[in-house]
């Protein structure tokens, strides 16, 4: 593959990938980047030299983007779909369903293992932010929201869940990079309101769930504007790579 310092998509979270979903997590944060635009015709041969790996992984990883709609796959190649404002926001909307589905659940449990683990990812988010790595807060969040919707024990809720998580993981890098270097007031925030979430599960208090909800997930006009915000600051860092 090509050198790690060029992956836009962490290396060290990829340590027991196969190489094929290796090239498939790449591809997926540059064209949710923007970096890969839509409409982008794919060759396969290029990919595999671009990656340094043979062709099958390549194709393995055009099936798996072709199943999450980034791609088309056509005779000429693979045509690069992308990613609309529209359908980030649905994204959103299919994690309020889970969340608050997962929410009733919680109700009905013991949560105060559950309690105990979250808060100490939460510590893990204020070590992230306290030694500015944005990457590693984002690892924490996703692990975070994972955690609470595994303790459910629901698979056919975790597939969902497991078929949004590239993407949303993708989404997630790109806002949080952006506000680590644009945003930092705004952390506190956000850990605010993850702060508000474990109260509401630990106290099983559905109102306070609702405002941890909407408060979150409000958030999203926000990660579709640091999405575009990170396409500009991208675009404008190749174009000066070329000059």
Do not use: C
């Amino acid at each position: 593959m090509t050198k790690s310092n060029e992956f836009l998509y962490p290396t060290k979270w990829l340590s027991k990938a196969s190489a094929g979903d290796r090239v498939a997590y790449e591809l997926r944060m540059r064209i949710i980047s923007g970096l890969i635009e839509s409409g982008t015709i794919l060759s396969e041969n290029k990919l595999a030299a671009d990656f340094s790996v043979s062709r099958s992984p390549v194709r393995e990883a055009l099936k798996i983007l072709a199943t999450e709609n980034m791609i088309r796959l056509e005779r000429m190649g693979a045509v690069v779909i992308g990613l609309t404002e529209k359908e980030i926001e649905e994204i959103y909307d299919v994690r309020l369903l889970i969340e608050t589905f997962v929410f009733e659940r919680l109700v009905k449990m013991d949560t105060t293992a559950l309690v105990k683990e979250l808060s100490k990812i939460l510590e893990m988010m204020k070590i992230a932010i306290k030694y500015q790595d944005p990457d590693e807060f984002s690892f924490q969040d996703v692990r975070f929201h994972e955690t609470i919707i595994r303790t459910i024990d629901h698979s056919h809720i975790f597939m969902i869940w497991n078929h949004l998580k590239p993407t949303m993981e993708s989404l997630i890098l790109l806002s949080m990079r952006l506000r680590f270097d644009e945003k930092y007031d705004d952390l506190a925030r956000i850990l605010t309101n993850h702060e508000l979430y474990i109260e509401a599960i630990r106290t099983k208090d559905r109102a306070r769930m609702i405002e941890s909800l909407h408060q979150n997930f409000d958030d999203v006009q926000g990660k579709v504007e640091d999405l575009w915000m990170s396409q500009q600051i991208l675009s404008k860092g190749v174009e000066q790579d070329h000059d």
